[in-house]
C-alpha cells in the first residue's frame, strides 16, 4: 500500500550543526507536503510545507526540499539548538479530499550540547 | 497556542463507562478531524467532518462516535472502550484540503 516513511527513526545533532531530517513516500500522486514538529505532551506542530510543483522552499531556518523523481523529502533545520529537540513528521496528500492523507511515523531529533 | 484546544487533557476511564472529548478551534476552518496516536505508530485518521458533515470514518469502531454541531466544535463520544484504545487522541482543523492541518494538544486516554 501507500506510505510515507522515514529513514532513521532518531537523529542526533550537535548543537549549532545543521539537521537533516528525511522522508520517503511512495504515493506518486501525491501533490502537497508537510513537515510537523512535535514536543512532549503537545500536539504536531506545523513547520513548511511545499506543493509538488516546487522543488524548494524555505522559511525561518528551515528549508524543504521535494525530489520527486526518486519519491524523497527532506527537512534542513539550520544551527540547531536545543529547542529543536522533538519528534519530526512528515505528511504526504494527494487529491482535494481533506481526508487523503497520511503522515510518517516520525524521526526523533535530540541535540547534543 | 495553536488555535485548536481540547478537554480534556488526561481521562482514565473504565470499559464501561460513557465520556466526551472535546475540541474547539478559533482559526475559522471548515474542517475538523479526529486522530489516534499509539506509541510508535503513525497517526491514524479516524474522522473527517467538512462544513459540519462527516466526510471519511476510517474504519473505526462503533464504540467511538463524532459529534460536529457546527464548524468550530467536534466532540469524540466514548463508550465501552477496550484497553487497545488508550492513546493519544488529537483534534485538528484546516481550511480546505490543501492548506496544513493545525492540531490541538491532545487528550491522553487510559483505559482501565
Known amino acids: 500500500g501507500e506510505s510515507v516513511g522515514l529513514h532513521l527513526p532518531t537523529l542526533s545533532v550537535q548543537e549549532g550543526d545543521n539537521s537533516i531530517i528525511n522522508c520517503a513516500y511512495s504515493?506518486?500522486?501525491?501533490?502537497?507536503f508537510i513537515w510537523y514538529k512535535q514536543e512532549s505532551g503537545k500536539g504536531p506542530q506545523f513547520i513548511i510545507d511545499?506543493?509538488?510543483?516546487?522543488d524548494k522552499r524555505q522559511g525561518q531556518r528551515v528549508t524543504v526540499l521535494l525530489n520527486k523523481t526518486v519519491k524523497h523529502l527532506s527537512l534542513q533545520i539550520a544551527a540547531t539548538q536545543p529547542g529543536d529537540s522533538a519528534v519530526y513528521f512528515c505528511?504526504?496528500?494527494?487529491?482535494?479530499?481533506?481526508?487523503?492523507?497520511?503522515f510518517g511515523s516520525g524521526t526523533r531529533l535530540s541535540i547534543r550540547p | 497556542e495553536t488555535g485548536v484546544t481540547q478537554t480534556p487533557r488526561h481521562l482514565v476511564m473504565g470499559m464501561t463507562n460513557k465520556k466526551s472529548l472535546k475540541c474547539e478551534q478559533h482559526?475559522?476552518?471548515?474542517?475538523m478531524y479526529w486522530y489516534k496516536q499509539s506509541a510508535k505508530k503513525p497517526l491514524e485518521l479516524m474522522f473527517v467532518?467538512?462544513?459540519?458533515?462527516?466526510?471519511e470514518n476510517n474504519s473505526v469502531p462503533s464504540r467511538f462516535s463524532p459529534e460536529c454541531p457546527n464548524s468550530s466544535h467536534l466532540f469524540l463520544h466514548l463508550h465501552t472502550l477496550q484497553p487497545e484504545d488508550s492513546a493519544l487522541y488529537l483534534c485538528a482543523s484546516s481550511q480546505g484540503g490543501h492548506q496544513p492541518q493545525h492540531f490541538g494538544d491532545g487528550t491522553r486516554l487510559s483505559i482501565l
Open positions: 467532518y467538512n462544513f459540519k458533515e462527516q466526510t
Open positions: 482559526l475559522g476552518h471548515n474542517a
Open positions: 511545499i506543493r509538488s510543483n516546487m
Open positions: 505528511a504526504e496528500r494527494w487529491g482535494s479530499s481533506a481526508s487523503k492523507i497520511i
Open positions: 504515493n506518486s500522486a501525491s501533490d502537497y
